[in-house]
């Protein structure tokens, strides 16, 4: 047979955590934390980089609807005057806030256009971080390259 409860004979735990045993978990959980952040920093910089591809992309995709037999209305940028069409004003404008600088090269006669930005992730070590562009051409290329392009076709390595 079971003795009878009685509850007057259960003690009452008052023990709790100690200030120690707190700053310990404080302590450890601001670590991992900050190990997190560590190793999210390049994922960053990677997701940074497709926002800066898919908008160069639609800046081809812009200049094809402007295409009228030449590329005389795609201007050259980096520009003293402001962007004219508001669209591609947009998508610079977004490039930058990425990190990169959307530049076009559309000589005369404007029958050939190259656009692109630099990325942010580099290539290589830290001591000696190589640059990378994204660039996208009116022949159809579109690459990731280390060498900045300066002509109306992207460089191919």
């Known amino acids: 047979m079971n003795p009878p ?4 004979s259960i003690k009452k735990s008052k023990e709790g955590f100690t200030l120690i045993e707190m700053l ?3 302590a450890v959980i601001g670590l991992l934390s900050s190990v997190i952040l560590v190793a999210l920093g390049p994922a960053k910089e990677k997701a940074k980089d497709s926002r800066i591809i898919q908008e160069v992309n639609q800046v081809r995709s812009l200049a094809e609807t402007m295409y009228d037999g030449s590329y005389r209305i795609l201007p050259q940028l980096p520009s003293v005057i402001e ?3 508001k669209n591609l004003k947009e998508l610079a404008d ?3 806030l990425q990190g990169g600088a959307l530049t076009i090269i559309n000589p005369a006669p404007f029958k050939g256009y190259s656009a692109y930005s630099k990325l942010n992730t580099k ?11 994204y660039c996208i051409d009116s022949v159809g290329h579109s690459v990731n390259t ?12």
Not at 5 to 8: A, R, T, V, W
Not at 123 to 133: C, S
Not at 146 to 157: D, M, R
Request: charged share 10%; glycine share 6%; aromatic share 6%.
């Open 5 to 8: 409860h009685n509850y007057q």
């Open 24 to 26: 310990v978990v404080v």
């Open 83 to 85: 962007i004219g069409n």
């Open 94 to 96: 977004d490039i930058a």
């Open 123 to 133: 290539l290589g070590d830290a001591a000696n971080p190589v640059i990378q562009y």
């Open 146 to 157: 280390t060498i900045e392009p300066s002509t109306p076709t992207c460089p191919v390595q």
